[in-house]
């Protein structure tokens, strides 16, 4: 086995040399691509293309890009090839590359699921994936051993984004407290053995940037978590909330934007869109600097 | 748009047809197979055999065939050429494919799941999917209304076959009861507008034969939903406990078993694997009929 260093301590060290804690979203939704994409007959080819040109124009000023398993998988085993090209080109960039594909399953499940993501030389080799929660501890742990062996990492969703968060993860548990907390505790715990030289954790949390007030306890329920936290932009997520999410030295978060740095072609009248994209990409980076600097 | 009959009503017709209520699972996990299969030097190809000969072997005692989707991802893009094959055989052999795949997510993602797997010539067409339940009903709600569109199905994780639904599904509520209730009734909600003539929704549940208490509850909660039923077999789940899922005609349920079928070679010496897992098959299919006959 070769040596790997530990993911989060990875993540820190991009974030420190890039001066940023800015995680683009690619989601190559053609509903929502410039028309100079839109227009590309072959579908496979448009979402090829803006990939590649997104994190052309965005990867020196993000820390991370988060790429989403649906629009790839909705065209089959094409589309796992474009994401491999997209997973590999984000990697070779030193961009940390996350696989937004919420995978949750039995532990032997799980197994395989570490052979397609975040086993050396896997097909879909990403730096790390996002889990999902319901199925329990059972499903976390091997795939944590795994992420372990490998240098990998995970984001557990401890709180999505989206508005329906009270139909599971908000409803309250006989202490009073929201299930989400629950969660939060599972997912520190299952990944206390994965934490690195900066004293953070390869196993991460999804906290969605929508529901600020929901952060400053989680933060206590997960000292250890970095939290990747989707929901600015178009979801109307507020950058100067999310303050508590990071340690005194500016560590402990990732800011992802999708569609408000993709789709930012749309409000700059006349720009170029991978032009938009990266300005778009670069002003968040600024927001997040201007809140918390980095030490 | 072409006329599509409700998931729900084609399952039970299936199942009528055979007199079977058996979901054979399909996990093609190379650390399990006979060793004919384990001597192919091409894993991608061995993968293939074992999913072909499987649905040979036991397609007219199974009302059903699960998937699960890791088995293929592992392999990516060459793994999901080997799904499509699988699914599309299935689907013209008169089997119900399910996909086990346990996808969740925000609502413009769901649409693009739906786009890969529900979708009439969807590139991974299969005529149900496993959901998870975390995101809430407003990643539901999307994948709903396009099942009902094209008579596609879908089965919502509610209680798991795994041991450690403690973590999260059985964590009890202000009211005293388990979370996966709250999920039982979201699920029952979202399905309301999917019911067929046969009195069922398209969007079902999964609920873990390993935990044959809670289905008395869960069947007050979802009397439209079918029940998915994993976990006998390898897992211990015991089918005469499973009695009070079905209704009385003998509907609403399928009795998943995965390894229990596909790898009964192991615990019938000099017998061929397919020949075993048949005789698997129809033996869960005669223990179920003998519990409660098919009126």
Request: net charge negative.
């Amino acid at each position: 086995m070769t040596h790997t260093s530990n993911f989060a301590d990875r993540l820190v060290e991009r974030i420190l040399r890039t001066k940023s804690r800015v995680c683009v979203g690619c989601d190559p939704d053609p509903a929502l691509f410039p028309p100079e994409l839109a227009e590309v007959e072959d579908a496979v080819a448009a979402t090829a293309a803006f990939g590649f040109e997104l994190m052309s124009a965005v990867g020196d000023v993000a820390a991370a890009v988060k790429f989403q398993a649906a629009f790839y998988e909705r065209f089959g085993p094409a589309g796992l090839e474009v994401l491999a090209r997209h997973l590999a080109a984000a990697r070779e960039a030193g961009l940390i590359a996350i696989l937004d594909c919420k995978r949750g399953d039995v532990g032997h499940t799980m197994r395989a699921y570490c052979e397609a993501y975040i086993t050396p030389g896997a097909p879909l080799e990403t730096d790390a994936v996002t889990l999902a929660p319901y199925i329990g501890a059972d499903g976390l742990a091997p795939f944590s051993v795994c992420a372990g062996e490998h240098g990998k990492g995970y984001f557990v969703v401890v709180k999505s984004s989206n508005p329906s968060t009270a139909d599971v993860q908000d409803v309250l548990m006989e202490d009073g407290r929201p299930v989400h907390h629950r969660v939060a505790e599972m997912t520190a715990a299952v990944g206390r053995h994965l934490v690195g030289q900066s004293g953070y954790s390869a196993a991460g949390a999804v906290v969605g940037a929508t529901y600020p007030d929901a952060i400053t306890r989680l933060r206590e329920l997960m000292p250890q978590q970095f939290f990747l936290m989707p929901g600015v932009g178009a979801q109307g997520g507020d950058v100067s909330l999310l303050g508590r999410a990071f340690d005194t030295r500016g560590l402990g978060g990732l800011v992802a934007s999708s569609r408000g740095v993709a789709f930012a072609w749309r409000e700059r009248e006349g720009v170029d869109w991978r032009e938009a994209a990266r300005e778009a990409a670069h002003e968040l980076r600024l927001a997040v600097n201007a809140i918390l600097p980095l030490w």
